[in-house]
C-alpha cells in the first residue's frame, strides 16, 4: 500500500503562483510514477503532468509552459509548481502513484483561481 498526502492548495489570484506537494508513504516500487491530475466541476479527471522515476516529464497542453514537475526520490515527494495561473485551473488537484501495475491517489487538494 501507498499513502499520498497533498499540500498546498488554495486560493490564488489569477495571474499569481501556488506549489502543490505530494508526499508518498508505505511501500515505494521502483521505477515509479508520480503525477498531478485535475477535476475541475462537471468534468472529467485529467493528467495535469507526471514525472517518472529518472526525471523526464509529461505535460498538458494547457499547462506546458507554465508548471514544472520535479521529484526527489529521497524524500518520495513530487511537486508541482504552477505559475502564471488561470480561472480555468481552479479544479481539485489528486496525487497519482504509479508502479507495477499499481495505482494509488491522494485525497486531492482544491486549487481556486479567482479574483
Known amino acids: 500500500q501507498v499513502q499520498l498526502v497533498e499540500s498546498g492548495g488554495g486560493l490564488v489570484q489569477p495571474g499569481g503562483s501556488l506549489r502543490l506537494s505530494c508526499a508518498a508513504s508505505?511501500?515505494?516500487?521502483?521505477?515509479?510514477?508520480m503525477g498531478w491530475y485535475r477535476q475541475a466541476p462537471g468534468k472529467e479527471r485529467e493528467l495535469v503532468a507526471r514525472v517518472f522515476s529518472g526525471g523526464s516529464a509529461n505535460y498538458a497542453e494547457s499547462v506546458k509552459g507554465r508548471s514544472t514537475i520535479s521529484r526527489d526520490n529521497a524524500k518520495n515527494t513530487v511537486y508541482l509548481q504552477m505559475d502564471s495561473l488561470k480561472t480555468e485551473d481552479t479544479a481539485v488537484y489528486y496525487c497519482?502513484?504509479?508502479?507495477?501495475?499499481?495505482?494509488?491517489w491522494g485525497k486531492g487538494t482544491l486549487v481556486t483561481v479567482s479574483s
Open positions: 508505505g511501500t515505494i516500487l521502483s521505477p515509479n510514477t
Open positions: 497519482n502513484f504509479l508502479a507495477w501495475g499499481r495505482e494509488y
